[in-house]
C-alpha cells in the first residue's frame, strides 16, 4: 500500500518555525541558543518532510524494483 507523499512546500509550521527561531535569537546572550532549541523542538518543518519525503520515495523504488525482476 503507498503512503501519501508530504507535501514539501513552506507551510504555517515552517513560518512560525522562522519567526520564533527570529523573535528569540534577539534576546541577548541567551538568544541564539534559545533560537537553536526552538528550531529542534517544533515538530514537521520542511527538513523533516524532505527527509521523510525521500524514506516513502525509497521505499517505492524499492518495491518496484523487487517487482520488476
Same mark, same amino acid.
Given at each position: 500500500?503507498?503512503?501519501?507523499?508530504?507535501?514539501?512546500?513552506?507551510?504555517?509550521?515552517?513560518?512560525? &518555525? %522562522?519567526?520564533?527561531? +527570529?523573535?528569540?535569537?534577539?534576546?541577548?546572550?541567551?538568544?541564539? @541558543? &534559545? %533560537?537553536?532549541?526552538? +528550531?529542534?523542538?517544533?515538530?514537521?518543518?520542511?527538513?523533516?518532510? @524532505?527527509?521523510?519525503?525521500?524514506?516513502?520515495?525509497?521505499?517505492?523504488?524499492?518495491?518496484?524494483?523487487?517487482?520488476?525482476?
Amino acid at each position: 500500500m503507498n503512503k501519501p507523499l508530504p507535501a514539501l512546500q513552506t507551510n504555517t509550521t515552517d513560518y512560525v &518555525a %522562522a519567526l520564533s527561531r +527570529g523573535t528569540f535569537g534577539t534576546i541577548p546572550f541567551v538568544g541564539p @541558543i &534559545a %533560537a537553536e532549541i526552538i +528550531g529542534h523542538v517544533i515538530p514537521n518543518q520542511r527538513a523533516d518532510r @524532505i527527509v521523510r519525503f525521500v524514506e516513502l520515495l525509497e521505499e517505492r523504488v524499492g518495491r518496484n524494483r523487487t517487482r520488476g525482476n
